[in-house]
């Protein structure tokens, strides 16, 4: 090997399992001892030193690892987030999760390792310099800031590596979660910049949030579409509510005039026409990719929480990493609840790539192919 990549997403990790001295049931993320193991695993033995030295290992982070949006700030959960406010959330997701942040240092700080973070549409956050430059010095080896063991993209949406290996978060193909690179930021009616927030990030921020204290499991449910129709019939009071409040704040976001953000038409009618469809892959956009650029081999994709590993009849390949949090799936093929800490492990020899989709078993394994 001459070099390796290990390719996670959506993670989501929030405040911790305790925050503000109770039970926190925004915190998704609870797999933080086998995720130090799995670092440790990739910087070690023979992922530690090879024949001809330390074995060169990336691990690319593709969006969705540190979750903003499910941290309170002050117990609110504000829409117009400057980057005080990003600062203060960062504290409480390093605080809630020690252990990680500890794991990610010593996988940084040793030879010949690298992290590469790609934002997200829950971790916009980064697009402030002071919220990068916090979570380098937390993950660099002895806080050194710029580092060359540590970096943050976030001001694009992908990244090529050889082989023909092309990386997105996936956010930018559904227009409720598209993100502005050109305008990441607003300045229209407070004293200072504050983020420029897709309609899906207010969703969660107004809606999910504030429902999650009943319903923990509202976010965990795909697709959703299936989930309301279920809730009309088994739980109408909660659902009819949370029907409500989406219309409504999609209706003020959108539509109704908003001080600093003003829903384009196009935007919106884009995505009234996605929210229509009942399953979102990506498994179309990912495929136009591959149609449209003979030199793209592999495209792996985050977001949607759905691991898949497809190999076309050209030989041409689909990866989308999953999530590491326990989701509910109500469609037919993965029906029921379910977690597999998936994540793609690309190993680069002679500028030829090999692209595969794993999961994480710990002691078992410790890691095995998945099977869609």
Known sequence: ??????????????????????????????????????????????????????????????????????????????????????????????NGHPKVMAALRRFASKPNKKITYMVGNHDADLVFAKVRERIIREWAPEGVFPSDNVSII??????????????????????????????????????????????????????????????EFLDKVRPVKIFILFGLILDPWFTIRYVFLSVFYFLKTRLAFNRGRMGKFKTTFEIMKQESAFFLDLEKQARKILDQDADVKTVIFGHVHKPMNKIYPDGKQYINTGTWTKMINLDWVTLGQQFALTFALIKIRSGVAECELRQWTGEQGPHRGFHN
């Open 1 to 94: 090997m001459d070099k390796v990549k290990l390719v996670i997403s959506d993670c989501h990790l929030s405040a911790g399992r305790i925050f503000e001295n109770r039970l926190n049931p925004h915190e998704d993320f609870k797999f933080d001892p086998e995720f130090c193991d799995f670092l440790e695993y990739f910087s070690s033995s023979v992922y530690g030193e090879g024949p001809d030295g330390p074995v060169d290992v990336e691990l690319f982070i593709n969006g969705d690892f540190l979750d903003f949006l499910n941290v309170p700030y002050y117990g609110e959960f504000e829409d117009a987030v400057t980057e005080e406010i990003s600062l203060y959330k960062l504290e409480q997701i390093i």
């Open 154 to 215: 976030h001001d694009r949406d992908r990244v090529r590596y050889e082989g023909g290996v092309e990386i997105h978060h996936g956010n930018q193909f559904e227009a409720v979660n598209t993100l502005s690179f050109e305008q990441p930021l607003l300045v229209s009616y407070i004293d200072q910049p504050f983020l420029n927030l897709p309609w899906g990030s207010i969703y969660v921020l107004k809606i999910v949030n504030r429902l999650k204290w009943e319903r």
